[in-house]
């Protein structure tokens, strides 16, 4: 078996790859070619820089990577790893990952990041002996929006390419899928929630999915964040909500409050590549 990259591999080939890989996970994943085509769009894949393990030119197994400068920092962030059922067990991931590291060393990545469901051991034990540590942990949320119908808001749609990014909270703690950077990219809506006629708070979101990547107050006024969820209701009624970071102990317990479940929690783990990092050397 060999280590490639996964330039010269149809799209087709890896996502049956991909979604056999990930048939038996902790949650179901979407199927439809069209959704992983405008995700990883987004996100800045880079096949030049995902690999696959290649048994006489079938691929069994994969790292899919984002590569985009973040915060001032060029990253490679891992947006999916799998191994087909009848070839795990064989450190496929462990050998994709030495070859796909010091590969980003001579790129001039300065990061490799990736998110594990904190459930999933195995993996976690797999990414830690690679070199990665725990740097985050996020929530996810799903379900229909609880509001008191007496709550009635006004919302205010602008164009995603005029955000002020810098008047919105709280930034730096959102994951890679829900950063600026992949935001613009992506088949979002961006509108205001208005309170005496001015913005009090924001949400992004993509109507068709229910997919809210970002949301937030900008102002301590009482009951804004059911102000907020109001307005959300408006757009969409069922919604989902990857990694809210645990330190945001008021969204999360808000996010309770209008009756989201905490479908699964996630952690964040992040190595620094320098050359002389002793997991890299030759």
Same mark, same amino acid.
């Given at each position: ?11 087709? *080939? ?12 902790? =949650?179901? =994943? ?25 048994? #006489? ?6 790292? +899919? @990577? ?16 799998? =191994?087909?059922? %009848? ?31 904190? /459930? ?12 990665? *540590? ?11 929006? /609880?509001? $008191? ?5 006004? +919302?205010? *749609?602008?164009?995603? /390419? @005029? ?16 950063? /600026?950077?992949?935001? =613009? ?6 509108? @205001?929630?208005?309170? $005496?006629?001015?913005? %009090? ?6 109507? $068709? ?11 301590? %006024?009482? #009951? ?43 952690? %964040? ?14």
């Amino acid at each position: 078996m060999i280590v490639k990259n996964l330039s010269n591999t149809s799209f087709d *080939e890896l996502l049956n790859c991909f979604l056999l890989a990930f048939n038996d996970y902790f =949650v179901p =994943v979407p199927t439809e070619k069209s959704y992983y085509e405008n995700r990883w769009k987004a996100a800045k894949v880079d096949f030049n820089c995902s690999y696959g393990m290649f048994d #006489n030119e079938k691929l069994v197994g994969f790292i +899919i @990577h984002a590569i985009d400068k973040r915060n001032g920092t060029l990253v490679a962030f891992n947006t999916g790893t799998g =191994v087909i059922p %009848e070839y795990r067990g064989r450190r496929i991931v462990k050998a994709i990952y030495e070859h796909a590291l010091r590969d980003f060393v001579k790129k001039g990545v300065e990061k490799s990041t990736l998110e594990v469901i904190t /459930k999933n051991d195995i993996a976690i034990r797999l990414y830690k002996g690679v070199g990665f *540590e725990t740097c985050k942990k996020y929530k996810c949320f799903k379900g229909k929006l /609880k509001i $008191d119908p007496s709550v009635q808001v006004e +919302i205010r *749609e602008m164009d995603v /390419k @005029h955000i002020d990014w810098t008047s919105l909270p709280n930034q730096q703690l959102y994951s890679w899928d829900n950063q /600026k950077e992949s935001i =613009v990219e992506g088949n979002y809506r961006f509108f @205001h929630v208005l309170h $005496d006629n001015q913005p %009090e708070s924001f949400f992004i979101i993509d109507p $068709d999915q229910g997919y809210l990547p970002q949301f937030d107050l900008l102002s301590t %006024e009482k #009951n804004g964040w059911k102000r907020l969820f109001s307005g959300i209701k408006q757009v969409a009624a069922t919604i989902k909500i990857n990694n809210v970071d645990e330190r945001l102990k008021e969204k999360l317990d808000n996010l309770r409050l209008v009756g989201l479940n905490n479908s699964i929690d996630q952690f %964040e783990m992040e190595m620094t590549l320098t050359t002389g990092n002793d997991k890299l050397s030759d």
